[in-house]
């Protein structure tokens, strides 16, 4: 064999190993998503494989404006001095829930322009909870969500028992 074609053959060989080791030819399943948008805001859901058979719900809320705010989880339940609504986030269904969620990032104070109050707020744009569940069934599980956002200067109407259905059958 000339030193060309050995080259050739071992450039052959290590181009079709790199293709099978990055996946390339092979189907992945994706992780189900959905997805829903009310009063400013959009919540997209997706179920992720965690460790010990476990999973991970991720629920992303991201206001459709700059400079607007999700309210805090750990929000009182009729917020403060009336003002705010916590983030909820809780399933059924095909899944059943085996710890609190948690926010990727820590929440800050925003004082509403012409009040006194300082309501617990995540920072600016999109926040992120980690659900710890367990999957019962292949079938469909319903997020339910509750939320508001604000800004400054603006609140928007807040969201309550939303309920978005996530297809498990794949």
Known sequence: MTTGRAW??????????ILVLSGCGTTRVPEPTAHATAHGVTVTVTLLPASNGRRELQATFKPQQPGFHIYSIDLPPHGIDGLGI???LSVQGSLTAVAKPTANLATR???????????????????????????????????????????????????KHKVIHLNLNY
Not at 8 to 17: N, Q, R
Not at 124 to 144: K, Y
């Open 8 to 17: 050739g053959v071992a450039l052959g060989a290590a181009t079709a190993a």
């Open 86 to 88: 916590p983030t909820r």
């Open 109 to 159: 104070l925003l004082r509403p322009a012409g009040l006194q109050s300082e309501i617990p707020v995540y920072p600016n744009g999109a926040v992120t909870f980690t659900l710890p569940v367990r999957q019962t069934s292949s079938r469909q599980a319903d997020v339910i969500v509750s939320y508001g956002a604000c800004s400054k200067n603006t609140c928007l109407i807040p969201v």
